[in-house]
């Protein structure tokens, strides 16, 4: 009996020290409203920019000004709403569990998440000024992956999973190059609104 309960003691104190070391205030209503918006943003990219120009292949596309200019004025806004909104009820699920939403945790996640995440921005900047706007969409599905991997140590298991779908939607836009939008949609838009949903059905307590 008291190697059982030394047992159990010690997987209780190896699970609290798991939980103190990861960042564990992710709101799956973050993910809901970040895959609405990226909805919302695909939409306006397709009635301004991919409408006019047609699905994009391997070949290259230039843009003039103004259609790169509101192309990345779209992408900038959907970005920005959807860390705020993030934010938001990421405060929200902080204060509930009396947590603080900047500390250790939040920067060692930060910095494994923004490390392939920055590095991907700006590969796929300079391709699209190249006019290769045809691999924009699978390469952010596959860097977005790639980072959500790379973080996933630091927060929940479920962080993983996403990024891991991440990544195969992005190599499988890459094969079916004239259609990326559309995998766009489901990576950023459908698998956040599914995981924002799981989210908040598994750790709504």
Excluded at 72 to 78: D, F, S, Y
Excluded at 122 to 148: R, V
């Amino acid at each position: 009996m008291n190697k059982q309960k030394y047992i159990e003691d010690l997987k209780n104190i190896k699970e609290m020290m798991n939980k103190s070391s990861k960042f564990i205030s992710l709101s799956g209503l973050s993910g809901i409203s970040a895959g609405i918006i990226a909805l919302i943003g695909a939409y306006f990219a397709w009635i301004t920019i991919y409408s006019k120009t047609g699905y994009q292949d391997f070949n290259r596309t230039l843009l003039n000004n103004n259609q790169l200019i509101e192309l990345l004025t779209i992408g900038t806004v959907t970005l920005l709403l959807a860390l705020s909104f993030g934010l938001f009820f990421t405060r929200l699920k902080t204060k509930k569990l009396k947590q603080k939403v900047w500390d250790s945790q939040t920067k060692t996640l930060l910095i494994n998440l923004l490390i392939p995440l920055l590095s991907g921005g700006i590969f796929c900047l300079l391709l699209l000024i190249k006019g290769y706007i045809g691999l924009i969409a699978p390469l952010t599905l596959l860097f977005y992956g790639l980072a959500l991997v790379n973080a996933s140590k630091y927060t929940i298991s479920e962080i993983r999973s996403l990024g891991m779908l991440e990544i195969l939607l992005g190599l499988t836009a890459t094969y079916f190059i004239g259609y990326g939008l559309i995998f766009w949609c489901i990576g950023f838009g459908l698998l956040h609104i599914i995981y924002g949903i799981i989210m908040e059905i598994k750790y709504k307590s």
